[in-house]
Each structure stands twice: as structure tokens, then as C-alpha cells.
């Protein structure tokens, strides 16, 4: 069962009496854990005007960064590597955005997976609220668009529309309580990579990542996040045509598990 990040961030710190409780034995806290390395994956295909940006906004936290380009015909791997030198630059095994994802989740190298677009659409200042869910018990942590605190600057009426229509759909078949379904912002923990049983060679791989999380029973986290509009160029994105690919894939992933 998903939570939103707001719901699970909350604690009450009183009893049954309405009074502060407080404990009998005080301990000193452990050293911390040395934290687990997360790598970064970011799929890219003719991004130069916006790799930059992505790039120059990656927070600390982040140990390794892996562009995964579809074979770009201008200049995003040159214009990567001269803002990121230690950035490690990948081909493409397959086409579409889930052979790409696919790729750079066997490259990884982090105990932690981070992925995002390369559009300028998601900043990664936001990587750090996936990381605490991480750090603090959950298995797989999602942004959504549709949570107190989230938005979009660029989706349009009828994007919105098919949106809601799927996400009703999921519901109802899998009866989760998520709230954004076609949004490729998220983190999850490398050992359950292949309970995830990513298959999928396209856009539709963030549907069915969220699908086989959601079955194979993993803590899911969902963080509040703001969809930023494309900075340059014109989006692969399709409405008609990739809300029917989701769809199907919604539908043949319930019958498999029927």
C-alpha cells in the first residue's frame, strides 16, 4: 500500500492522556551508517540546451551520474561531459526510453538508483526528499504531480484529463491509493531491481515500474514534486497514442496477474 510522503512524514509524540511521552532510558545515538551510494540515471536523446541545466542543479548526494543517450544527433554528449567530466556516458542498448532506462539500471553501480529526464522537467533539488523516504524504511519512493505541495507548469487539460482517467483505472484494479501514475521520477533500493521485472521498451516502463512495485508489495513513498516545462525543444511525448500504450499495459499487467 503507497503512502504520500506528507502522511507518513507526520508523528505524534503524545499519548493516550494528550501527554508528551517520554522515555525512561535515554541512549546515546549510533554513529551514523556510512550512506549507501546512489547513482543517478538519466536517459537522453538530442538534449543539448537542457543537459547543462540538469546537470548544474545535481545536488551533492549523488555519487555517480550516468547519461544514457539514444544516439544523439546533436551536441548533448559533448556538451555533458565538458559540465560534468566525471560523468559516465553510456549508448543506448535498444530504442526507447525504457531499453534506455533498462541500460543504465545494469551500468549502475549505486546500492541506490535515482532516475529522471533530461529535459529540465524535473530538477534534481528535489533528489534528496526521495533519499530520506529511502533512509527511512521505505522500498520504492515516486514523485507525484497530484500530492499536497506537487504541480505542473506544463501539462495541458487534456494530458490531465487521460491522466485521471488512468490512474482511476489503476485503482480500482489494484485498489493503491497513488496518486500520480505517468511520472518518471523515482528512486528505489538496486536489490529490488529485478522484483521490479522491468520489460517494458518504452514510455511505458514508469507505468509498469509503479505496477510491479505495487504487486510485489514494496513500501512506496510518494514525494510532492513540481513538473517544470520543458526548457528547449519539442517533447516525444504523444498524448493518444502514449495514454494507449499505458492503458494497455495497465490492462495485460492485471491479466498476468489474474
Known sequence: MSTT??????????????????PDVLVAPLAP???????????ALNEARNITWVLEQI????????????????????????CMPR??????????????????????????IVMM???GSMSPREIPHYLHFLDNG??????SRFVAGGGSLDITALRRAGNLAL???????????????????CAFHRCFLDLLDLR????EIETEMVLHAVRAGLRIAEVPSLELPRRSGRSNLRTFRDGARVLRTVLAEHKEAA
Not at 502522511?7 to 493516550?16: C, K
Open 200 to 203: 517494458s521498451p518504452g514510455f
Open 33 to 43: 551508517a556510512r550512506p549507501a551510494k546512489v547513482s543517478l540515471v538519466i536517459p
Open 117 to 119: 529526464d533530461a529535459d
Open 5 to 22: 510522503a506528507l502522511e507518513s512524514a507526520s508523528t505524534n509524540p503524545l499519548n493516550g492522556s494528550g501527554q508528551h511521552v517520554v
Open 138 to 143: 521505505y522500498d520504492f519512493v515516486k514523485g
Open 59 to 82: 545536488p551533492d548526494c549523488i555519487d555517480e551520474v550516468l547519461l544514457i543517450d539514444g544516439r544523439s544527433q546533436d551536441a548533448t554528449l559533448l556538451m555533458a561531459s565538458r
Open 87 to 112: 560523468i559516465r556516458t553510456i549508448a543506448q542498448e535498444g530504442p526507447g526510453k525504457g531499453n534506455a532506462l533498462r541500460t543504465g539500471f545494469r551500468h549502475a553501480t549505486g546500492e541506490t
Open 167 to 185: 490512474l482511476a483505472t489503476v485503482r480500482r484494479l489494484y485498489r493503491t491509493t497513488i496518486t500520480d501514475l505517468c511520472y518518471g521520477f
